[in-house]
Nanobody
Framework: QVQLVESGGGLVQAGGSLRLSCAASGGTFSSYAMGWFRQAPGKERILVAA????????YYTNSVKGRFTISRDNAKNTVYLQMSSLKPEDTAVYYC????????????????????WGQGTQVTVSS
């Protein structure tokens, strides 16, 4: 059983930056891909970024390309999401998740592909 714990959320002004962290325990972290999702009030949860087991492959949804960077440190069992040039529309609860069945980036990945989830961390961007 893999446990995931996010941290680093908070309130930031538009144009600012935040770095989210997700610490994993209870599994072999380097064996699976990781993703960051977000869910805004009244909207569906979407995959924001994903990273392969080695970090060599990444995926970003179009709205965050060039602003967000996903990375991982397998020695620390941690995945990160560096968020820059934040916009009010980035406001959401952010979740990290582990794709326990696949080491790479799935084409058309969705939340159904991720078997373990963190509790979420709130990110609020004020205008």
């Amino acid at each position: 059983q893999v446990q995931l714990v996010e941290s680093g959320g908070g309130l930031v002004q538009a144009g600012g930056s935040l770095r989210l962290s997700c610490a994993a325990s209870g599994g072999t972290f380097s064996s699976y891909a990781m993703g960051w999702f977000r869910q805004a009030p009244g909207k569906e949860r979407i995959l924001v970024a994903a990273i392969s087991w080695s970090g060599s492959g990444t995926y970003y949804t179009n709205s965050v390309k060039g602003r967000f960077t996903i990375s991982r440190d397998n020695a620390k069992n941690t995945v990160y999401l560096q968020m820059s040039s934040l916009k009010p529309e980035d406001t959401a609860v952010y979740y990290c998740a582990a794709d326990l069945s696949y080491r790479g980036i799935r084409l058309g990945a969705s939340d159904a592909d991720f078997g373990s989830w963190g509790q979420g961390t709130q990110v609020t961007v004020s205008s």
